[in-house]
């Protein structure tokens, strides 16, 4: 038993605590008897199956409707299955279509893998349609896959009254569905919920011998209720962990910003008898890059490389990011040479690398240069990526070449509306004098944050226009954004410029007012 403190399990609809005797086992069974014409053709599609060949198996399938014969619903099951196994969910639903017009009576198991189908493909309408035809055939297995089609759809609020049905209507659910149920309650919203069922969870033996629910629990105090500290003590209360679990708490590290116990668990790893994977690497690499760890970094590359693991976009985008960030003399050579090793690009690999030369400092044309080749490759960049390429032609003051590139950024739609992209188009054009296309450059933007007040602060502060500063000021605190200890300091720097001491002293006054330090703001200066 976990000492945690939880809220009661006892005021939701449990049933005894015993396991369903519905499973996925049960053998589908077809109302009409098998037609003997179809057995050998039925032989050579399972044959097929078994051997991979899915494509050949719908042919086969073809072939047999256009002989008016049709397979058992045992054929129809393990060509769904293989289906939704390949992602082939436009082959599924031609299957479906088929298996409509053989007019077999279905069964449990059949509908089943419909549900399943559907739920995967992102139809979670026709799911639902298909569940709530079933009737009397509904059975845990059923149940579960609604609640996890419903939670993997984004539709929390419907996966938890399933999950409340299923125990009303004296079903025990699996651990499959807990760890759905679970994952439902892992937000803000449903949190109060999600501690009720963990209180569920615990009385039954699932969180001791099952890794996707303990996993499920980690997220939800985690990303739902902001507590890392509670997410940890149910990791370490976990007596079985894999690969996977340790992969699952560094990586829920690295996002709460605790970079050095992400370090520190991968140690652990190493020190016990799990050996990590990629996705672990890649995680430990990022904190490595956060962290500025460069030997540790280096030797966890080496180990890449001596274990002979492929280096793939994810792990190899790290190892870039890693070596720019953490070079001693700013050199983006390594992390070129990593670059240049990856057998495969996305957009991910080119900007770690863009972004690598813009921050090394005195390599911006390269930076647009690697742009280009990544435009003539066919990949697509992302917000990242323009907002890089923008603070490289900003560097190289070529105000024309960076509105070449916000226009290929208009042309691939929203991507010129996201914020760092127009930040980084306002900087650009406040480091080259045109503060009139800065200020229309602000006045695009979709939605201002207050990076983007900070930004037009700071270039009208340091194009001497304390006033239009002032204004923005104004605006921001108009706005209920509030102004931070960046947007004083820009201010101070303005007014000191032009020798404003009045302008200073009003600044210096609203400092205090609004609760900073004033030698926070002489640091930013």
Not at 367 to 385: D, Q, R, Y
């Amino acid at each position: 038993m976990l000492g945690l403190s939880v809220p009661s399990a006892s005021k939701l609809p449990l049933p005894s605590i015993k396991p369903s005797n519905r499973s996925r086992q049960n053998l589908p069974s077809s109302s009409s008897p098998p037609n003997p014409n179809s057995e050998p053709l039925n032989h050579r599609l399972i044959h097929q199956l078994n051997v991979g060949h899915l494509y050949k198996a719908i042919s086969t399938l073809d072939l047999m409707a256009q002989k008016g014969i049709h397979p058992d619903l045992t054929t129809y099951s393990l060509l769904l299955k293989s289906c939704i196994r390949s992602w082939n969910f436009q082959l599924g639903k031609l299957v479906h279509t088929l298996l409509t017009h053989s007019q077999l009576h279905l069964n449990s198991l059949i509908l089943n893998c419909l549900i399943s189908l559907y739920s995967k493909s992102g139809d979670w309408a026709k799911a639902k349609s298909i569940f709530d035809n079933m009737g009397d055939m509904r059975d845990l297995v059923s149940w579960s896959d609604m609640v996890s089609c419903f939670a993997n759809n984004d539709l929390e609020y419907e996966a938890i009254v399933t999950f409340l049905d299923m125990l009303e209507n004296g079903l025990y659910p699996n651990e499959y569905c807990s760890a759905a149920v679970i994952r439902a309650c892992s937000n803000a919203k449903n949190i109060s919920i999600g501690k009720m069922i963990f209180g569920f969870v615990v009385k039954s033996s699932y969180f001791g011998s099952d890794v996707c629910v303990g996993c499920a629990l980690i997220d939800m105090f985690a990303k739902g209720g902001g507590d890392l500290d509670l997410a940890y003590k149910v990791f370490e209360k976990m007596p079985e962990k894999n690969a996977v679990t340790w992969t699952f708490m560094i990586t829920r590290f690295m996002q709460f910003g605790y970079t050095r116990e992400a370090v520190d668990m991968f140690l652990d790893i190493v020190l016990s008898e799990y050996v990590p994977d990629r996705f672990t690497l890649s995680g430990v690499i990022s904190a490595c890059a956060e962290l500025e760890l460069l030997v540790l970094g280096k030797q966890l590359h080496s180990w890449v490389i001596r274990t002979g693991m492929a280096i793939d976009v994810c792990l190899g985008c790290c190892l870039v990011d890693m070596y720019a960030k953490c070079a001693v003399d700013g050199s983006v050579d390594d992390s070129r040479k990593v670059f240049d090793l990856m057998v495969d690009h996305n957009f991910m690999s080119w900007t770690a690398i863009i972004t690598g030369y813009v921050q090394s400092g005195g390599r911006d044309e390269e930076a647009v240069e690697l742009f280009c080749e990544m435009i003539k490759g066919h990949v697509s960049p992302n917000h990242f990526t323009f907002s890089s390429v923008l603070k490289a032609c900003a560097n190289l003051f070529d105000p024309r070449m960076g509105e070449q590139v916000y226009t290929h950024a208009v042309k691939l739609g929203r991507l010129a509306s996201v914020n760092c992209v127009g930040n980084s188009l306002i900087s650009m054009y406040a480091q080259s004098g045109m503060m009139e296309d800065a200020h229309k450059a602000f006045d695009m933007l979709f939605e201002k944050n207050l990076i983007s007040y900070n930004t037009i602060v700071d270039a009208y502060a340091k194009n001497l226009n304390s006033e239009k500063a002032f204004q923005f000021l104004h605006e921001i605190e108009d706005t209920g954004i509030g102004a931070s200890a960046f947007t004083f300091a820009s201010l101070l720097s303005g007014a000191a410029s032009i020798g404003a001491v009045g302008k200073g002293e009003q600044i210096h006054a609203r400092v205090l007012k609004s609760g900073f330090e004033s030698n926070q703001c002489t640091v930013m200066l």
